[in-house]
T-cell receptor
Framework: GGIITQTPKFLIGQEGQKLTLKCQQNFNHDTMYWYRQDSGKGLRLIYY???????QKGDLSEGYDASREKKSSFSLTVTSAQKNEMAVFLCASSIWLGGRQNTLYFGAGTRLSVL | GDSVTQTEGQVALSEEDFLTIHCNYSASGYPALFWYVQYPGEGPQFLFR?????EKGSSRGFEATYNKETTSFHLQKASVQESDSAVYYC???????????????FGHGTILRVHP
């Protein structure tokens, strides 16, 4: 088995601040994802990465940057935090199956609050 | 684009009740369909999947059958327990393999509360 570790668990920021969330996985999976979870809106894809140094935009990429410098880690940056923003950011990983749908494994999330 | 609709935002049941959470999808071809469960303070966990018409997925007493005709993948359990209280997500993986990377499209989630 493996595990996905997200840090920090809780993040409080100020309006306009640049904030970075980190994710590590020891599954040795190729693909990693960042999803945003808002109450009543489900999970929406921000960025994903098929392999080291690859980055692909999801449906919600505006306002975010991402970085995949190692196979095991994937970081997400909120470029300018929005006032009163509250959301959970979920990191996930999966095996690359050449385009076929595969199972995602999630971390416990980073809970963001912006004052 | 692909989409998933979960009809119920919240479901409240008593222990041993029968559970149905409705999931309908919109996508071309034969996408893979998934159910995930999320307990408080944790990330979503894979429950099961199905990839072909009429295929049944199941795990921990939960089951769902892929129905291409009605574009549905409804989650059912015969007798729920208080420990089943959680948020349940239906999801689909695109059947378009040209640019697909295995990413999933999720529904909005259904909060299940089971009372003793």
């Amino acid at each position: 088995g493996g595990i996905i570790t997200q840090t920090p668990k809780f993040l409080i920021g100020q309006e306009g601040q640049k904030l970075t969330l980190k994710c590590q996985q020891n599954f040795n999976h190729d693909t990693m994802y960042w999803y945003r979870q808002d109450s009543g809106k489900g999970l929406r894809l921000i960025y994903y990465s098929i392999t080291e140094n690859d980055l692909q935009k999801g449906d919600l990429s505006e306002g975010y940057d991402a970085s995949r410098e190692k196979k095991s880690s994937f970081s997400l940056t909120v470029t300018s935090a929005q006032k009163n923003e509250m959301a959970v950011f979920l990191c996930a990983s999966s095996i690359w199956l050449g385009g076929r749908q595969n199972t995602l494994y999630f971390g416990a999330g980073t809970r963001l609050s912006v004052l | 684009g692909d989409s998933v609709t979960q009809t119920e935002g919240q479901v409240a049941l008593s222990e041993e009740d029968f559970l149905t959470i409705h999931c309908n999808y919109s996508a071309s071809g034969y996408p893979a369909l998934f159910w995930y469960v999320q307990y408080p303070g944790e990330g979503p966990q894979f429950l099961f999947r199905a990839s072909r018409d009429k295929e049944k997925g199941s795990s921990r007493g939960f089951e769902a059958t892929y129905n291409k005709e009605t574009t549905s993948f409804h989650l059912q359990k015969a007798s729920v327990q208080e420990s089943d209280s959680a948020v349940y997500y239906c999801a689909l993986g695109s059947a378009n393999t040209g640019a697909n990377t295995g990413k999933l499209t999720f529904g909005h989630g259904t909060i299940l509360r089971v009372h003793p």
